[in-house]
């Protein structure tokens, strides 16, 4: 899956193949959209139903959705199944996702509703806040 999109997220993407899938963070989950030999589009996947998804990435094999209300979900097979990876993330609105190659391994940042900044060395397995962010503008 080379194509994400989303409105809180990183939404372009770039691989090396041509992609024939797309998927897409709606008010009612992670829809995949995928075209045929024919040249139309199907929808061929539908997770985290019931979940608005502000924000999709895609970071060493995986894919991460981040919900309203919900938190942080990862994908380990395209978008099939999807288990929650929030562990330490205490603000619910997830609005954004971003990764970073540091000391060469992937972070993961996570952006909430009201403005927290979360990071994860781990893929996702554990969040730290950086609490620097609460302290911009303060006296």
Do not use: C
Not at 30 to 59: C, D, N, P, R, Y
Not at 77 to 103: C, H, I, K, Q, Y
Not at 125 to 130: K, N, V
């Amino acid at each position: 899956m080379v194509i994400g999109l989303s409105h809180g997220g990183t939404t372009i993407y770039q691989g090396r193949n041509l992609t024939d899938s797309v998927m897409i963070g709606t008010m009612d989950g992670v829809v995949i959209l995928s075209k045929s030999a024919e040249g139309a589009w199907t929808t061929t996947g539908h997770g985290l139903q019931g979940q608005h998804i502000h924000a999709i990435i895609f970071a060493d094999g995986l894919v991460f959705a981040g919900a309203y209300r919900s938190g942080v979900f990862a994908s380990v097979d395209g978008g099939a199944t999807w288990e929650p990876r929030d562990n330490g993330v205490n603000v619910r609105s997830v609005f954004s996702l971003a990764s970073a190659v540091v000391d060469g391994k992937t972070r993961l940042f996570v952006g909430t509703e009201p403005a927290h900044l979360y990071y994860s060395d781990d893929l996702g397995l554990s969040w730290t806040e950086l609490p620097a962010l609460r302290m911009v503008g303060s006296g």
